[in-house]
């Protein structure tokens, strides 16, 4: 095996769509992602050493004016553990990832993360399979 391979796993987060970032001392990393109303967002992430805040941030149209609220509040996570969750959009707009090591005046933070965007569509798909082969073992 590869020692990279190994390395970006360490964390359970496969290899195949593991992106790696640094993110300077002082510094924070705002990850913007179009969704529509059902989207499921999905992410998981581990920091190299230290620890990092992590959050969510929802920015939508409301009112004819944009609006923003953290949907998952700024959270310290520790190092060299898997952080995971996911969000189901309840509108059009944008879902931000945000990293943030601004309370950092000396040290960078590597952080090795993944998301999937899974559409409302996809999602009723993929529940309606779901559904049929539950059904299929319960008769």
């Known amino acids: 095996p590869e020692t990279g391979r190994l390395l ?19 510094q924070s990393l705002q990850m913007p992602l179009t969704v529509k109303k059902g989207d499921i967002v999905s992410w998981a992430f581990g920091v190299d050493a230290q620890d990092i805040l992590f959050g969510v941030e929802v920015r939508a149209q409301k009112d004819g004016r944009m609006t923003s609220e953290f949907v998952v509040p700024l959270e310290k996570c520790s190092s060299h553990r898997s952080v995971r969750g996911q969000y189901t959009s309840l509108t059009d707009g944008r879902l931000v990832l945000v990293f ?18 899974v559409s409302a569509e996809e ?17």
């Open 8 to 26: 970006n796993d360490r964390f359970g987060l496969g290899t195949a769509e593991v992106e790696t970032v640094t993110i300077a001392k002082g």
């Open 123 to 139: 999602a009723a798909r993929l529940d309606a399979k779901v559904a049929s082969v539950e059904t299929t073992y319960c008769v």
């Open 100 to 117: 943030d090591n601004t309370s950092s005046w000396i040290r960078s933070r590597t952080v090795h993360y993944r998301y999937e965007i």
